[in-house]
């Protein structure tokens, strides 16, 4: 039997029942739709954290105090552990494969101009800021490149709280109060939108040293390292981590790299994709089951046509595979039909509701529709075998 | 070109031996018209199965155009009733979904004979048995003479050497089923073999040899 004669066959009947192969497509059908409607959204979800976390750029190096382990109990004066401090940032900038380092320190604080007042987060930060992260300024420059532990009373302005403290004024050159000091105004930053929860552009950049004697604190909260693009991360780790044990004596700072958070995050929303698509997977049984009770109510309904074709000549196999080709072509078909169903209802979530990130892989599509099809083999498998060997006699029997 | 060796075969219908066929030794020549005729449940309708390779002797030997075909297997056996041996059935067994070109075709198909040849021998056979103007009606709107002659279309589009008849006027009235008869006796002068099964005393009449079986055994035969 010649492969489109296969599909012209198994097509016949198809055509015949088409309420019933529509019917039992349809819980295919249904079955791939959920599967990939829930991936999309979780693998949207995914590459919305990730792009989240990663738009800083992925060559970055968090350094925070404290060594993030369980130890022995107190150990008195010694088990403290030393404040990470501006000069260390400063030590950091002449290691090897360094590119750019920022100290930074974080709080809220009052901030008044123009006789209004607005409470912000007031973040301490270094003359290499906007190059560690990426960010650009929209008028003004940055902070400028002082003695970071002498630094002047300059500041530079979120978007919001430009627009709040100074609209439709130029506020390059003006004096702002922060916490009751007074800052000059040298730049403003591009708007950013909020990162995570935290508001970009309702914050006021001031020189580190100043935030930390601002919010009266003896250590940085973190210092941010961006090395260069393709130098090895392990290295530099070891350079960062040798570099600062002989400052402090010992190990009591913990480094961050970004590229292994990504990867950690990476594996764990995946986790959460591949369980959220094998939910989907259970309707898909569901499905498989009603091809299962359709191609055994066929065989036993053409019994009589199962006989006919032996003694026309057809081998075992080629009942079989008649058989298993309608139970193929019927999830083949559902699983195509889920297939568009599933991402047009995730585009059109999309449309909808533009905050939901939607995204389906072509893996997942194809990987999708190769289940769809096992699942018809697997439950055509039974009464197709049936079908086969089946007496030629007793089926030409019945009527 | 058939010949039946002390030929048996017993079923078991619950602890019950039950046999069907007794010891038959039958020689049948290229080109013979055989009827066999007897009660229902002498048998005959098994022998036929027998000769078809649809069924296995459970003792004996069978030959088939000079090969031993007693103990085929199941891809064996189906290339002999592809390529020997074609089947008409008393209630014609077309394929309802499929048109009368289409259920002519099948043996075609199921051999895997290219498009091509399939075209023209379909087109030739719907033409020989008057059925141009049927080849896209589907048997439910054919009549009962129509759909027996897409049957014996069917059963003679691989060029069968013996051609099997259980009843095949059963289902028909007078007139169409002797249309139909003539048309199997046709095909006996193009030195085909038709074995025709039948508990019709006048249609069997007409073979040129006449087997009379009961319980399972040929007890007389006659030759005109």
């Known amino acids: 039997m010649l492969f489109p004669d296969l599909i012209r066959l198994t097509a016949s009947s198809f055509l015949a029942y088409r309420m019933r192969s529509l019917l039992t497509g349809s819980g295919i059908a249904i079955g791939i739709t959920a599967v990939i409607l829930l991936t999309s959204i979780g693998e949207g979800l995914h590459q919305f954290v990730l792009s989240e976390f990663s738009q800083f750029g992925t060559n970055l190096i968090a350094i925070q105090p404290g060594k993030t382990q369980t130890q022995g109990g107190n150990v008195g004066i010694f088990g403290s552990s030393r404040p990470l401090s501006i000069e260390d940032a400063q030590a950091l900038r002449h290691l090897p494969n360094i590119e750019h380092v920022n100290p930074s320190m974080q709080g809220n604080a009052e901030v008044r101009a123009n006789g209004k007042t607005r409470r912000t987060t007031v973040y301490g930060a270094g003359h290499d800021f906007t190059k560690t992260f990426t960010l650009n300024v ?5 902070l400028p490149d002082d003695d970071p532990t002498q630094a002047r009373a300059f500041v530079v302005l979120g978007s919001k709280v430009r627009q709040e403290l100074y609209a439709g004024q130029n506020p390059l050159g003006s004096y702002l109060s922060v916490g009751g000091q007074r800052y000059r ?4 930053m591009e708007p950013k939108g909020q990162i995570l929860g935290f508001d970009m552009d309702d914050t006021v950049f001031i020189p580190a040293a100043r935030a930390l004697e601002l919010f009266n ?4 909260m973190e210092i941010q390292v961006n090395y260069q693009a393709g130098a090895d991360l392990d290295g530099v780790v070891r350079a960062i981590t040798a570099l600062l044990k002989e400052r402090h004596g010992r190990e009591d700072f913990t480094l961050i790299p970004q590229e292994k958070a990504l990867e950690v995050l990476g594996s764990v929303l995946d986790v959460i994709t591949f369980a959220v698509g094998a939910l989907g997977g259970i309707s898909l049984l569901v499905g498989g089951v009603g091809i299962l009770t359709i191609m055994t109510m066929a065989v036993s309904e053409r019994t009589a046509e199962i006989g006919l074709l032996r003694a026309l000549g057809a081998r075992e196999k080629q009942v079989l595979m008649l058989f298993l080709g309608e139970a193929i072509l019927l999830s083949a078909l559902g699983g195509l039909a889920g297939l568009l169903l599933g991402i047009g209802i995730a585009q059109g979530l999309h449309a909808l509701i533009p905050a939901l990130p939607v995204h389906t892989p072509w893996l997942f599509a194809v990987l999708a ?6 699942i018809g083999l697997a439950a055509g498998v039974l009464p197709a075998r049936r079908a086969a060997r089946l007496d030629p006699v007793e089926a030409l029997r019945t009527e | 070109m058939i ?15 039950v046999t069907a066929l007794r010891d038959i030794d039958l020689n049948i020549a290229a080109g013979d018209y055989v009827s066999i005729m007897g009660p229902s449940g002498s048998g005959k309708s098994t022998l036929l199965n027998l000769i078809g390779l649809l069924d296995r002797p459970s003792s004996g030997i069978y030959k088939l155009d000079g090969g031993n075909v007693t103990d085929l297997d199941d891809a064996q056996q189906a ?32 051999a895997g004979i290219p498009v091509t040849e399939r075209k023209v021998r379909v087109e030739a056979l719907l033409e020989n048995y008057g059925l141009t103007d049927r080849a896209d009606h589907r048997p439910d709107q054919l009549s009962g003479g ?11 589009s691989m060029h069968p050497a013996v051609l099997l008849a259980d009843e095949p006027t059963g289902n028909l009235d007078q007139a169409t089923g002797r249309e139909v008869i003539s048309l199997l006796e046709q095909l006996t002068e193009q030195h ?3 074995i025709l099964v039948t508990h019709d005393p006048a249609l069997g009449g007409r073979a040129k040899r006449q087997l009379h079986m009961v319980d399972g055994q040929i007890v007389s035969q006659t030759a005109s």
């Open chain 1, 217 to 220: 604190r003896p250590g940085l």
């Open chain 2, 192 to 194: 085909v073999t038709l």
């Open chain 2, 146 to 156: 129509q759909r027996q002659r897409v049957a014996i279309a069917r059963a003679t």
């Open chain 2, 79 to 110: 290339k002999v009733r592809s390529e020997k041996i074609g089947f008409v059935f008393q209630s014609f067994h077309l394929v309802p979904r499929l048109t009368a070109a289409m259920n002519i075709e099948l043996p075609l198909i199921l």
């Open chain 1, 185 to 188: 105004v040298v730049g403003v």
């Open chain 1, 138 to 142: 929209q008028s003004g420059s940055f």
């Open chain 2, 3 to 17: 010949r039946l060796d002390k030929v048996s075969r017993s079923f078991t219908v619950g602890d019950q031996q």
């Open chain 1, 369 to 374: 529709e190769f289940v769809a099809i096992s």
